[in-house]
């Protein structure tokens, strides 16, 4: 694996890491480290670092929903432009374009139940092209970005061993 | 008196982990980096597979030589390092790697029998050795070799002479591995003297820099070695005691008459789980060797940046730091000091003294603030 890779990979696991720490982990030089995350940035490959929060633990009011949205094309707008004017709401925190029976599928967060049913009946389904929604609020969440928020293998080694 | 140890058991002592161990235990707020054995769980797939066969009802024997799908397996997956064995007779599944070394000290060594033994070394081979009525003949190497072994330090030790050699790369304790011209000086010499070889490539997969050699792959040695590999470092499945033994089918057969009579046959519950593991667990495991890589470089970075000698491990996932000083205080201190644990190298022989056995399976936070009390614990000295 070259350097940049092996730099994407550690991130992806671990963004919160020192450019010290990194450069011991990948074998290179801390100034090598900032100069491929120049890079990586410069190109789009790296979006952002975000912390993956257990909103759970935290005394904020936060509701979520998986929202599928089904949308019907004409000569002039394509799926492009429907997700350009969906993703620029703040609401929204993740859009994609799925296969299968609906088209998008989004994220949508606010403070309450009734907060994300009114973004999406005032914001979203007005949107001409949505010729459907469908909301799934989120009840409870077991993992996310790859880690298990269970915390289901505990370190039982023996403190010692050959 | 009743029930009076053998004399093959009495010369046998204590191992010198044990102390530690306990130590260790005394306290609840000790960072380990004194462990063995992988931090990661075996890989939910395999674990998964276990769980089914229970569910099934698959609770019987399997054939003494294990299931033939999971011979088949290990065959195909050996093959990666060069290494041809027919499922049929020349692959024998064992309750891990543990059995498979002790069955093949029980089986290629008589009485009186000469088995050379690099050092340090993993503690069980010693007395594997002495159970099995053979003479332990130890022979050093160093960190000035990068602790290889090499014909000249056999010659030095009067190897010449032995009936077996047992081998361990990647090694435990040291992190040492062989490129594939010192794994052939070792076999010319094997062959010159009419050596046998106990190959436990237990780490093969841990290699970091460069692709493990087999010994049994070089020329003249397939027909005297045995090879021995298993689940438990690489699929980090040490509980669930699942090894392999490869030889020629005569060896092989030889080898099952003692298993057949001691151990019928390997858990079939972990056999269950292996078969899963080596059909749909190979990027668990490359993940799990890139973070021990990480890791790997990093412990060795902290040591150099703390001025402490450390030769470049790239095996198994151990690095073996000399503490300038007596190891076993050092070890000792740490550990109560700095709530530290780590294995004196003497544990593993007599040429480990002055080392540390220090453990990179363990969690990269815990392996920060371990490396920042180290070279506190270090400069303070």
């Given at each position: 694996?070259?350097?940049?890779?092996?730099?994407?990979?550690?991130?992806s696991t671990d963004a919160r890491?020192?450019?010290?720490?990194?450069?011991?982990?990948?074998?290179?030089?801390?100034?090598?480290?900032?100069?491929?995350?120049?890079?990586?940035?410069?190109?789009?490959?790296?979006k952002g670092y975000q912390a993956v929060v257990d909103w759970e633990n935290t005394d904020d009011q936060r509701v979520a929903a998986f929202v599928e949205l089904n949308v019907e094309l004409?000569?002039?707008t394509g799926y492009e432009e429907i997700a350009d004017r969906i993703a620029r709401f703040s609401e929204v925190e993740s859009l994609r374009l799925v296969s299968g029976d609906y088209d998008f599928a989004i994220e949508v967060t606010g403070e309450s139940m009734q907060d994300v049913s009114q973004f999406i009946s005032n914001q979203i389904a007005p949107i001409p092209e949505i010729t459907q929604t469908v909301t799934h609020f989120i009840m409870e969440t077991y993992k996310e970005a790859g880690i298990d928020f269970g915390d289901r293998d505990g370190?039982?080694?023996?403190?010692?061993?050959? | 008196?009743?029930?009076?140890?053998?004399?093959?058991?009495?010369?046998?002592?204590?191992?010198?982990?044990?102390?530690?161990?306990?130590?260790?235990?005394?306290?609840?707020?000790?960072?380990?980096?004194?462990?063995?054995?992988?931090?990661?769980?075996?890989?939910w797939?395999?674990?998964s597979?276990?769980?089914?066969?229970?569910?099934?009802?698959?609770?019987?024997?399997?054939?003494?030589?294990?299931?033939?799908?999971?011979?088949?397996?290990?065959?195909?997956?050996?093959?990666?390092?060069?290494?041809?064995?027919?499922?049929?007779?020349?692959?024998?599944?064992?309750?891990?790697?543990?059995?498979?070394?002790?069955?093949?000290?029980?089986?290629?060594?008589?009485?009186?029998?000469?088995?050379?033994?690099?050092?340090?070394?993993?503690?069980?081979?010693?007395?594997?050795?002495?159970?099995?009525?053979?003479?332990?003949?130890?022979?050093?190497?160093?960190?000035?070799?990068?602790?290889?072994?090499?014909?000249?330090?056999?010659?030095?030790?009067?190897?010449?002479?032995?009936?077996?050699?047992?081998?361990?790369?990647?090694?435990?304790?040291?992190?040492?591995?062989?490129?594939?011209?010192?794994?052939?000086?070792?076999?010319?010499?094997?062959?010159?003297?009419?050596?046998?070889?106990?190959?436990?490539?237990?780490?093969?997969?841990?290699?970091?820099?460069?692709?493990?050699?087999?010994?049994?792959?070089?020329?003249?040695?397939?027909?005297?070695?045995?090879?021995?590999?298993?689940?438990?470092?690489?699929?980090?499945?040490?509980?669930?005691?699942?090894?392999?033994?490869?030889?020629?089918?005569?060896?092989?057969?030889?080898?099952?008459?003692?298993?057949?009579?001691?151990?019928?046959?390997?858990?079939?519950?972990?056999?269950?789980?292996?078969?899963?593991?080596?059909?749909?667990?190979?990027?668990?495991?490359?993940?799990?060797?890139?973070?021990?890589?990480?890791?790997?470089?990093?412990?060795?970075?902290?040591?150099?940046?703390?001025?402490?000698?450390?030769?470049?491990?790239?095996?198994?996932?151990?690095?073996?730091?000399?503490?300038?000083?007596?190891?076993?205080?050092?070890?000792?201190?740490?550990?109560?000091?700095?709530?530290?644990?780590?294995?004196?190298?003497?544990?593993?022989?007599?040429?480990?003294?002055?080392?540390?056995?220090?453990?990179?399976?363990?969690?990269?936070?815990?392996?920060?603030?371990?490396?920042?009390?180290?070279?506190?614990?270090?400069?303070?000295?």
């Amino acid at each position: 694996m070259d350097a940049k890779r092996e730099l994407l990979a550690l991130l992806s696991t671990d963004a919160r890491e020192s450019t010290e720490d990194i450069a011991r982990q990948l074998g290179i030089d801390a100034d090598r480290v900032e100069e491929l995350l120049d890079e990586l940035e410069a190109e789009g490959t790296v979006k952002g670092y975000q912390a993956v929060v257990d909103w759970e633990n935290t005394d904020d009011q936060r509701v979520a929903a998986f929202v599928e949205l089904n949308v019907e094309l004409d000569r002039e707008t394509g799926y492009e432009e429907i997700a350009d004017r969906i993703a620029r709401f703040s609401e929204v925190e993740s859009l994609r374009l799925v296969s299968g029976d609906y088209d998008f599928a989004i994220e949508v967060t606010g403070e309450s139940m009734q907060d994300v049913s009114q973004f999406i009946s005032n914001q979203i389904a007005p949107i001409p092209e949505i010729t459907q929604t469908v909301t799934h609020f989120i009840m409870e969440t077991y993992k996310e970005a790859g880690i298990d928020f269970g915390d289901r293998d505990g370190d039982d080694r023996l403190s010692v061993s050959p | 008196m009743t029930l009076q140890p053998n004399d093959r058991m009495a010369g046998v002592p204590e191992s010198g982990i044990r102390k530690f161990f306990e130590l260790a235990e005394e306290r609840d707020d000790v960072i380990s980096l004194g462990v063995g054995e992988p931090d990661f769980s075996a890989p939910w797939a395999a674990r998964s597979a276990a769980i089914h066969s229970l569910e099934e009802g698959k609770t019987s024997y399997t054939s003494n030589r294990g299931m033939a799908d999971l011979r088949r397996l290990i065959a195909d997956y050996s093959a990666r390092w060069g290494l041809e064995y027919d499922p049929d007779t020349e692959v024998l599944v064992t309750t891990g790697a543990s059995e498979a070394v002790d069955l093949a000290l029980r089986t290629f060594v008589s009485a009186g029998d000469s088995v050379a033994l690099h050092e340090p070394n993993y503690i069980s081979y010693e007395p594997g050795i002495q159970f099995a009525g053979g003479e332990p003949l130890r022979v050093p190497t160093s960190a000035d070799n990068d602790f290889v072994l090499t014909p000249e330090a056999l010659a030095a030790a009067g190897a010449e002479e032995a009936d077996v050699l047992v081998l361990c790369y990647p090694n435990n304790p040291t992190g040492a591995v062989m490129t594939e011209s010192e794994v052939r000086a070792v076999a010319e010499f094997c062959v010159d003297h009419a050596v046998d070889v106990i190959a436990d490539e237990i780490y093969a997969a841990l290699t970091y820099e460069g692709e493990h050699t087999s010994i049994a792959t070089m020329p003249g040695m397939r027909e005297r070695t045995i090879v021995i590999n298993g689940f438990s470092k690489a699929y980090a499945m040490t509980g669930l005691r699942l090894g392999y033994a490869l030889g020629p089918a005569e060896a092989v057969d030889a080898l099952n008459r003692v298993h057949q009579y001691t151990m019928l046959s390997a858990p079939t519950t972990a056999q269950y789980a292996a078969i899963e593991a080596l059909r749909s667990c190979g990027d668990a495991v490359e993940e799990m060797t890139t973070a021990y890589n990480r890791r790997r470089r990093f412990v060795l970075s902290r040591f150099e940046e703390m001025g402490m000698d450390c030769f470049t491990a790239r095996g198994a996932f151990y690095a073996f730091p000399e503490c300038g000083g007596d190891d076993e205080a050092f070890a000792e201190q740490l550990l109560t000091e700095e709530g530290i644990a780590v294995v004196p190298g003497r544990v593993f022989g007599e040429c480990g003294k002055g080392h540390l056995r220090v453990s990179y399976a363990t969690g990269m936070r815990e392996l920060k603030t371990a490396m920042n009390r180290i070279e506190s614990f270090y400069t303070d000295q």
